[in-house]
C-alpha cells in the first residue's frame, strides 16, 4: 500500500512538472527565465520566426533575396559601392600564390634528405613561373571561356559569393586545346552562375539532394547538378531544363567542381546570403528617402517664385459670364507690358511688374535637416555589415583624424583578410591543385630521386600562400618607419611586411634590388641609401675591426 501511494505521489510530481513545463513553453507563467523567449511583452509578442535547418532557410527565399542584392547593386551607388571597395581590398585582380611546399613532410615520406630548403626554393621559382604561364595567359587559355586572365576570374568568382552568396566553377579537361598547339595545359577554370545550381526539375530538396548539391550519409557533397542554360535564358530555352551532374572530383582525387560559400551553421551545403541581406531593408529605405528629398529639391527649385494677379478665381469667373470686358483690357494691357519691359542689367533681368501684380516665393517646407544623420546611421550599419569602415562605405574622411581612421582600417582589414584567406582557400586552391597535378606530369620540375608521386603527398607538394592587394597606408612614413623596427626586434619579416603592406613578393623585390643597385654600379654612380649596399673591402675592413 505505501509502495502504491508513494508510486502515485511520483506520478502526480512527474505530472505537474510536465504541466507547468507545457504552460512555460506556452507562456503560461507569468515570467520566463530569458526574457529573449518571453511572448507577452508588446517588443516581443509578434516575434515568432520560424526554427529552420541551414539547408531549408536557404531554399524558398534564395532567388528572391539574391534578385533584390543585385538590383540593388546594379541601381544604387552605395551598395554598387560597397561590394567594389570589398572586392579591391580583399581580392582585387592580383590574387596570385607563392609556392611552399612542405620539404619536411616530403623528406619524411620519402626518407630523402634532398627534400630542404634548397630544394624547396628551386621548386618554387619553377612552379610559380610555370603558374604566371598559364593563369596570366594573353590568349587566356586558363579560362574556359577565353576572356579573363585567373586573377580576374578570382574578381568575379568573388564578386559572385559576396553579393550572391556562392563562387562556383567547373574544370573542364580541354585535351583538344593542347593538341592543337594553343595551350600548354589541358585544365581549365569556367565560372559557372550560381544561378544554375539547383535540383534537377526543380524538385523539393530531399535527404540526399540539397539545392542542388547531392551529399552522401555523412553530408559530404559528392556531386552537383548544374542547368545547361540559365532559366532566364529565353533563346536557350530546351536547355535551361535540363541538368548535368557533375561528380566533384574523379576517383583519383582530380576536383571537377569547386564550389565556395561562407559557413554560416553546421550542415550548410550552399551559401546563404550574401554581405548586403542583413542591411537591405534599411538601404532600400535610403534610397527612397534620398530620392524623396531629391524630388522635393528640384521642386523647390523650379516653383521659386510666381507673379499674383489682382483677380481671383471667382472674380474671373464672374467677369466671364457677365460680360465684362475690363478683366480681358487688363490682360491685354499686362501682356503688351511684359513683351516690351525686357531690362537687363549686367546681365540679369531686371522684374518690372505691371500695376496690381505682386510676387510671391515658394519656401522649402520639407523639414530636411536630419537627412544627413539618418544618412549617415545607415551608412554606418551597412559598413557594419560589409565589415568595412563606415568612411570606405560613404567615401567620406572629412570628420575623422589618423588615430580613429586608422583603427577603423585596422578593424577592417581584419574582415578582407579572413575574407581573402578562406577564399583562397575554399576556391582558389582546388584550382591550383588541379593544375599542378598536370604541371607535374608535362614540365621537368627539379625533384629528387624517388620523389613521392603527386596523389600520395598532394598536400605536402601543393602548399602555398596566398598574396592579394596590401592592405595600404594612412602615413606612409610613420608605418614603414614601424615596419622597419619591427623586422629589426625580430617581430616580423620581410615576406610578411611585402605581403600586407603591398600585396608584392619580397623574392621578386630583392631581385629587382639587386638590378638596380648593379644599374647604379655599371653607370659610375654612388649607390642611395635605400641600396642598402656595402663595398666587399668595406666589408671586410669592419670584419677585421670587429
Same mark, same amino acid.
Given at each position: 500500500?505505501?509502495?502504491?501511494?508513494?508510486?502515485?505521489?511520483?506520478?502526480?510530481?512527474? %505530472?505537474?512538472?510536465?504541466?507547468?513545463?507545457?504552460?512555460?513553453?506556452?507562456?503560461?507563467?507569468?515570467?520566463?527565465?530569458?526574457?529573449?523567449?518571453?511572448?507577452?511583452? &508588446?517588443?516581443?509578442?509578434?516575434?515568432?520566426?520560424?526554427?529552420?535547418?541551414?539547408?531549408?532557410?536557404?531554399?524558398?527565399?534564395?532567388?528572391?533575396?539574391?534578385?533584390?542584392?543585385?538590383?540593388?547593386?546594379?541601381?544604387?551607388?552605395?551598395?554598387?559601392?560597397?561590394?567594389?571597395?570589398?572586392?579591391?581590398?580583399? +581580392?582585387?585582380?592580383?590574387?596570385?600564390?607563392?609556392?611552399? =611546399?612542405?620539404?619536411?613532410?616530403?623528406?619524411?615520406?620519402?626518407?630523402?634528405?634532398?627534400?630542404?630548403?634548397?630544394?624547396?626554393?628551386?621548386?618554387?621559382?619553377?612552379?610559380?613561373?610555370?603558374?604566371?604561364?598559364?593563369?596570366?595567359?594573353?590568349?587566356?587559355?586558363?579560362?574556359?571561356?577565353?576572356?579573363?586572365?585567373?586573377?580576374?576570374?578570382?574578381?568575379?568568382?568573388?564578386?559572385?559569393?559576396?553579393?550572391?552568396?556562392?563562387?562556383?566553377?567547373?574544370?573542364?579537361?580541354?585535351?583538344?586545346?593542347?593538341?592543337?598547339?594553343?595551350?600548354?595545359?589541358?585544365?581549365?577554370?569556367?565560372?559557372?552562375?550560381?544561378?544554375?545550381?539547383?535540383?534537377?526539375?526543380?524538385?523539393?530538396?530531399? &535527404?540526399?539532394?540539397?539545392?542542388?548539391?547531392? #551529399?552522401?550519409?555523412?553530408?559530404?557533397?559528392?556531386?552537383?547538378?548544374?542547368?545547361?542554360?540559365?532559366?532566364?535564358?529565353?533563346?536557350?530555352?530546351?536547355?535551361?531544363?535540363?541538368?548535368?551532374?557533375?561528380?566533384?572530383?574523379?576517383?583519383?582525387?582530380?576536383?571537377?567542381?569547386?564550389?565556395?560559400?561562407?559557413?554560416?551553421?553546421?550542415?550548410?551545403?550552399?551559401? %546563404?546570403?550574401?554581405?548586403?541581406?542583413?542591411?537591405?531593408?534599411?538601404?532600400?529605405?535610403?534610397?527612397?528617402?534620398?530620392?524623396?528629398?531629391?524630388?522635393?529639391?528640384?521642386?523647390?527649385?523650379?516653383?521659386?517664385?510666381? +507673379? @499674383?494677379?489682382?483677380?481671383?478665381?471667382?472674380?474671373?469667373?464672374?467677369?466671364?459670364?457677365?460680360?465684362? @470686358?475690363?478683366?480681358?483690357?487688363? &490682360?491685354?494691357?499686362?501682356?503688351?507690358?511684359?513683351?516690351?519691359?525686357?531690362?537687363?542689367?549686367?546681365?540679369?533681368?531686371?522684374?518690372?511688374?505691371?500695376?496690381?501684380?505682386?510676387?510671391?516665393?515658394?519656401?522649402?517646407?520639407? =523639414?530636411?535637416?536630419?537627412?544627413?544623420?539618418?544618412?549617415? %546611421?545607415?551608412?554606418?550599419?551597412?559598413?557594419?555589415?560589409?565589415?568595412?569602415?563606415?568612411?570606405?562605405?560613404?567615401?567620406?574622411?572629412?570628420?575623422?583624424?589618423?588615430?580613429?581612421?586608422?583603427?577603423?582600417?585596422?578593424?577592417?582589414?581584419?574582415?578582407?583578410?579572413?575574407?581573402?584567406?578562406?577564399?583562397?582557400?575554399?576556391?582558389?586552391?582546388?584550382?591550383?591543385?588541379?593544375?599542378?597535378?598536370?604541371?607535374? @606530369?608535362?614540365?621537368?620540375?627539379?625533384?629528387?630521386?624517388? %620523389?613521392? @608521386?603527386? #596523389?600520395?603527398?598532394?598536400?605536402?607538394?601543393?602548399?602555398?600562400?596566398?598574396?592579394?592587394?596590401?592592405?595600404?597606408?594612412?602615413?606612409?612614413?610613420?608605418?614603414?618607419?614601424?615596419? +622597419?623596427?619591427?623586422?629589426?626586434?625580430?617581430?616580423?619579416?620581410?615576406?610578411?611586411?611585402?605581403?600586407?603592406?603591398?600585396?608584392?613578393?619580397?623574392?621578386?623585390?630583392?631581385?629587382?634590388?639587386?638590378?638596380? #643597385?648593379?644599374?647604379?654600379?655599371?653607370?659610375?654612380?654612388?649607390?642611395?641609401?635605400?641600396?642598402?649596399?656595402?663595398?666587399?673591402?668595406?666589408?671586410?675592413?669592419?670584419?677585421?675591426?670587429?
Amino acid at each position: 500500500m505505501a509502495k502504491k501511494q508513494k508510486k502515485s505521489k511520483q506520478a502526480k510530481a512527474f %505530472a505537474q512538472s510536465m504541466g507547468q513545463r507545457a504552460s512555460a513553453l506556452n507562456g503560461g507563467w507569468q515570467g520566463v527565465p530569458f526574457d529573449a523567449a518571453d511572448i507577452y511583452g &508588446q517588443h516581443t509578442q509578434s516575434w515568432m520566426p520560424p526554427l529552420w535547418s541551414a539547408d531549408t532557410e536557404r531554399g524558398p527565399f534564395r532567388n528572391r533575396v539574391v534578385s533584390r542584392a543585385r538590383d540593388l547593386v546594379r541601381n544604387d551607388g552605395w551598395a554598387a559601392g560597397t561590394v567594389t571597395r570589398v572586392q579591391d581590398n580583399a +581580392i582585387g585582380i592580383t590574387l596570385r600564390p607563392i609556392s611552399k =611546399p612542405d620539404y619536411r613532410a616530403l623528406a619524411h615520406l620519402s626518407g630523402n634528405s634532398a627534400f630542404d630548403s634548397t630544394w624547396a626554393r628551386e621548386f618554387s621559382e619553377a612552379v610559380d613561373a610555370l603558374w604566371r604561364s598559364w593563369a596570366d595567359d594573353p590568349l587566356h587559355f586558363n579560362d574556359g571561356e577565353r576572356m579573363l586572365t585567373f586573377g580576374q576570374q578570382m574578381h568575379l568568382a568573388f564578386r559572385h559569393l559576396i553579393v550572391d552568396g556562392d563562387a562556383l566553377g567547373v574544370l573542364p579537361w580541354l585535351e583538344n586545346r593542347v593538341c592543337r598547339g594553343g595551350a600548354r595545359y589541358a585544365t581549365a577554370l569556367q565560372l559557372v552562375d550560381p544561378d544554375r545550381l539547383s535540383n534537377p526539375q526543380m524538385k523539393m530538396d530531399l &535527404q540526399n539532394i540539397r539545392n542542388g548539391v547531392e #551529399i552522401d550519409a555523412l553530408g559530404v557533397p559528392v556531386a552537383y547538378h548544374i542547368r545547361q542554360a540559365h532559366e532566364a535564358d529565353w533563346y536557350s530555352a530546351a536547355k535551361s531544363v535540363q541538368w548535368d551532374r557533375i561528380e566533384r572530383e574523379t576517383s583519383w582525387g582530380r576536383p571537377r567542381v569547386v564550389h565556395m560559400f561562407e559557413h554560416h551553421r553546421a550542415s550548410q551545403h550552399t551559401g %546563404a546570403t550574401g554581405i548586403l541581406t542583413p542591411v537591405m531593408q534599411r538601404l532600400k529605405m535610403l534610397i527612397k528617402y534620398d530620392g524623396s528629398e531629391l524630388d522635393a529639391a528640384i521642386i523647390n527649385a523650379i516653383f521659386a517664385g510666381y +507673379i @499674383e494677379s489682382p483677380y481671383d478665381p471667382d472674380m474671373v469667373a464672374e467677369s466671364l459670364e457677365g460680360g465684362d @470686358e475690363s478683366f480681358g483690357a487688363y &490682360q491685354d494691357g499686362r501682356i503688351a507690358f511684359h513683351e516690351n519691359r525686357n531690362i537687363n542689367l549686367a546681365g540679369s533681368r531686371l522684374p518690372i511688374l505691371y500695376p496690381g501684380e505682386n510676387i510671391k516665393t515658394v519656401s522649402a517646407s520639407r =523639414p530636411a535637416g536630419n537627412f544627413r544623420d539618418f544618412e549617415s %546611421a545607415v551608412l554606418r550599419n551597412i559598413a557594419s555589415g560589409a565589415g568595412l569602415s563606415p568612411q570606405q562605405v560613404s567615401n567620406d574622411w572629412s570628420d575623422v583624424n589618423y588615430s580613429s581612421a586608422r583603427g577603423a582600417m585596422l578593424e577592417a582589414w581584419k574582415t578582407l583578410k579572413r575574407r581573402r584567406d578562406d577564399f583562397a582557400t575554399g576556391f582558389a586552391a582546388p584550382i591550383r591543385l588541379a593544375w599542378l597535378e598536370e604541371c607535374m @606530369e608535362v614540365d621537368k620540375l627539379p625533384m629528387p630521386r624517388n %620523389a613521392p @608521386e603527386f #596523389i600520395d603527398a598532394r598536400q605536402a607538394y601543393a602548399r602555398a600562400t596566398w598574396l592579394g592587394p596590401g592592405r595600404g597606408w594612412i602615413d606612409p612614413v610613420a608605418e614603414k618607419q614601424g615596419a +622597419i623596427l619591427g623586422m629589426d626586434a625580430g617581430l616580423s619579416t620581410l615576406e610578411e611586411e611585402c605581403a600586407e603592406n603591398e600585396g608584392g613578393d619580397w623574392i621578386e623585390k630583392i631581385d629587382q634590388r639587386a638590378v638596380e #643597385i648593379q644599374a647604379f654600379k655599371d653607370r659610375g654612380m654612388p649607390i642611395p641609401d635605400w641600396g642598402g649596399y656595402v663595398p666587399p673591402e668595406q666589408s671586410s675592413r669592419n670584419q677585421d675591426k670587429s
